[in-house]
């Protein structure tokens, strides 16, 4: 009897513990943390089959809830919890509860906006795209804090810690703001940022997950889940591209119009972002300098040792990018420097291009926000110079030399006064 007493009063005490622990839990969850309640379990002591012994096993619960509230920005919105989908047809604010999907037509615009981490993050969902306020159907995420685009595009702006999915993309929104694209006939998933971070990763057809990429201001990442499917020539998936390739992206998935209203929103926050006319209009060349290791791997090195030894040769590694919305056609380039006391233009030879001439010529030209890298030699007829520190300057679509051309040379650009390149400076020779 007194046994039975004392195995009471243990399995008494044991569920007053869980209980007290229990109630803890609830009013001191983590930050941001799925709350955990602890539950009591019967289960057999393998020393005595016929003795239930009290255990506490842990069984994680969904994030709490997340409130997000919807706003008409411009006609017409529809939202709702499944279809068929409600027409918001006031401008006041409505509750926007998780798993409701918003859809808007061209012209339509909704602000869905919600406290996250102390600040309100504002999501502007436009232009014939759907969201929902969830994780996507295809993710193993059940709840928390994300939402799917489903098809279109819609901005993100202080939504730290927000997890934003595409059928073939996920993004981390580290800072504050992004605009992403999804277009389901393509599958392409776009992320374009123009201030804070943001963490990208790809999803392939067959639903896993590949490495993270960190996206700065200024910078853009497209995927799609099959890499040997087209995507836009010469423009590489998966990886951070600067903005100036971004004419490249835009043309060939027509995004003009969605970049157009990610425009509004980012001018109205005051942050920097790719004018539309600038990614359909007129070219716009840019040329960057290195200097390259002529022992290194790609390096044309029977090319320049045919120039003579006598002549002071400085290997460069061009960088010329179109910034532009359209090609540009043939153009040279040329280079100029020395010493503050010896600045002159001097020959420039291009790969597989006459090394008797002073300017390199690209005759094939280069498509929207294409982008083509040219070994070079800047060449310096007096070896004297050799032995002391150097700059040079590259210019692209060069006047130089030329006396019958337009004030633009051969290139008609959207901006002229962008075509000279960093200023290259060269060691004395050791």
Known sequence: MNLIVKQFKQRWMLSVLALLIAMLACKFPGANQATQVLTLEATTDNNNPTSPVDTIAVVPTETPELIFSIQRQAAQVLFGPTDPLGELTTNDSLPFAEGNLVTTDPQGEALISGELDGQQCRIFVFSNTQLRKSACPESALTSGNASCLEAGSAVFQNCANHLVMTPSGNAQLVGTWVQVFYQP??????????????????????????????LQPGEFYYTTPVLTESAVPGLPRRQAISWDRLPALVQFYDLTEWIGRGVEQ??????????????????????SVELADPNARGFPLDWYNR???????????????????????KFKLSAEGGTAESWFPRPLAGEGQPQEGYYAFVNEGISPGGELLIYGMIVIVDPALASQPLNFVITVDSCAGDEFFNDFCRVQEADEGNNSSNTLAVPPRG
């Not at 599958?187 to 993270?212: C, F, K, L």
């Not at 109205?268 to 040329?287: E, M």
């Not at 120039?307 to 359209?326: C, D, E, F, H, W």
Request: proline share 7%; charged share 20%; no cysteine.
């Open 307 to 329: 120039l003579s030894a006598n002549y002071y040769k400085i290997p460069v590694l061009m960088r010329i990018t179109n910034r532009g919305g359209q090609s540009t056609g």
């Open 185 to 214: 006939d393509q599958r392409m998933s776009a992320y374009v940022v123009a201030d804070g971070r943001v963490q990208v990763q790809p999803i392939d057809e067959h639903g896993q997950t590949g490495n993270w990429t960190t």
């Open 266 to 287: 980012a001018t109205r926050s005051g942050f920097p972002y790719r004018d539309p006319k600038t990614l359909t209009g007129p070219a716009d060349l840019i040329v």
